[in-house]
């Protein structure tokens, strides 16, 4: 197996963002979107997720977080994409149950070429800190959509929108990790098509 790592730099009138993430790491994280709720929210996915990841983003936040958020998912999911590569000999398949206090959230994933997006949760307040919970959303779907993968996040019950929000971006963290795992027992792709 190479060295499965991706570097993408991105930027537009609105956002510059630099992304460097190797799957294979040890969840070393080097993380600055200047939105700290986010920044924490990818820490822990990093941390669990048992990757490493630099991110270096500079956004029109005068305006608000949603251009940031939302291009830093794209970036993101193009790092996915790429360090992936042909997908020979990844279980495909990841799945999370991350229990948080009072809150239990699932994320499952399939990275299968076709992109989509089912989120399943409620949140009860606009913000935590200074992001918008919508932005939870745009999030996994800039990833989702950029990385070709299908992703599945519910939270099955909770009540502190922080709780909630962080058993997700953990269990997706979690997800991924199971997901890009390798078994030696797989020739090629996991699919009857030969194809991911």
């Known amino acids: 197996m190479g060295q499965r790592k991706a570097q993408v730099n991105r930027k537009t009138s609105e956002t510059e963002i630099n992304i460097a993430l190797n799957l294979d ?14 920044d924490h929210m990818l820490n822990l ?10 991110i270096k983003a500079k956004g ?9 958020v939302e291009d830093v998912g794209i970036v993101l999911g193009q790092c996915l ?20 206090d009072e ?14 997006i089912v989120l399943d949760c409620n949140f009860t307040v606009d913000k935590v800190g200074e992001m918008d919970t919508e932005l939870v959303e745009e999030f996994l779907r800039a990833v989702a959509f950029n990385a070709d993968i299908t992703l599945h996040a519910r ?26 795992d390798t078994d030696e027992r797989i020739k090629g792709v996991m699919s009857t098509k030969g194809s991911l």
């Open 25 to 38: 790491g040890q969840g070393k994280y080097d993380i600055n979107t200047g939105i700290g709720f986010f």
């Open 155 to 180: 939270v099955l019950y909770g009540k502190n929108n922080h709780h909630m929000i962080e058993a997700m971006f953990k269990a997706f963290g979690r997800a991924i990790r199971e997901a890009v």
């Open 60 to 68: 029109d936040l005068e305006v608000d977080a949603h251009h940031t």
């Open 81 to 100: 994409k790429i360090a992936l590569g042909g997908k020979s000999g990844i279980k495909r398949y990841g799945t999370s149950f991350v229990p948080m």
């Open 103 to 116: 809150t239990l959230a699932l994320v499952s994933i399939d990275i299968s070429g076709r992109p989509f």
């Open 45 to 54: 996915m990093t941390r669990h997720g048992l990757m490493d990841l630099m």
